[in-house]
Each structure stands twice: as C-alpha cells, then as structure tokens.
Nanobody, 127 residues
Framework: QVQLVESGGGLVQAGGSLTLACAAS????????MGWFRQAPGKDREFVAC????????YLRDSVRGRFTISRDNAKNTMYLQVNSLKPEDTAVYYC????????????????????WGQGTQVTVSS
C-alpha cells in the first residue's frame, strides 16, 4: 500500500498563498481517491477537498471553494492543494488521505472511508 507524506505548510499572512503537496510512495497511487482534511486547535478534523483517481472530479467544502484548488499528478505520485486568499480560520494541520474505493456516487467526505493517512503539515495564517 502507499505511504503519504505532506509538505508545503508554513506561516503566512492573511491573504497569502501556499501550495501543499502530498507525495505517495509505491506504484498504485492512481488507484486511490485522494482527500485533504484539516484539524484546527481544539476542533475535530474536517474534510477539505477530494479528487477522483484520474483527477476528473473534485469536490471542496463550501468555506474554501473559490480559494482552494485540489489537483493530482499521477505520473509524479503527488496530490496538491493550492490554498489562496488564506484566512486566520484556515489555520490547522492539513492531512492527506487515500481511499481504495472508487468514487461512484457518494462524495468521499467522511474520514472513515479513507484507509491511509499522512502525518500532516501545519498551516498558520496570521492576521
């Protein structure tokens, strides 16, 4: 199975941008639906975005739609989250996750459908 490693987090001022990356080991990356989640201090982990195996379908939570973009490059075994117009409330540890099941009808927004998780990367937005 794949292992996931996030990178790209950091400290940024409000309105700034970052590109988060999730690098996967192994040769089966393209067989996984991928997702981004985040966990703010003192809060539960929440869904941010997901992308289908081929990258032809994406879904983002309402609060980040229009500011965040999810993408993947299967040739590089990497998924990305471009985060723009950052707000202090975006401060969180961002996790990537992989789901072995195909995305058929239900949008994979629930944590329990994801089988593999990375260690997370911290994003801190100052006001």
């Amino acid at each position: 199975q794949v292992q996931l490693v996030e990178s790209g987090g950091g400290l940024v001022q409000a309105g700034g941008s970052l590109t988060l990356a999730c690098a996967a080991s192994g040769r089966t990356f393209s067989t996984y639906v991928m997702g981004w989640f985040r966990q703010a201090p003192g809060k539960d982990r929440e869904f941010v975005a997901c992308i289908s195996r081929s990258g032809d379908r994406t879904y983002l939570r309402d609060s980040v739609r229009g500011r965040f973009t999810i993408s993947r490059d299967n040739a590089k075994n990497t998924m990305y989250l471009q985060v723009n117009s950052l707000k202090p409330e975006d401060t969180a540890v961002y996790y990537c996750a992989a789901d072995r099941s195909p995305w058929i009808t239900m949008i994979p927004t629930r944590e329990h459908v994801y089988d593999i998780w990375g260690q997370g990367t911290q994003v801190t937005v100052s006001s």
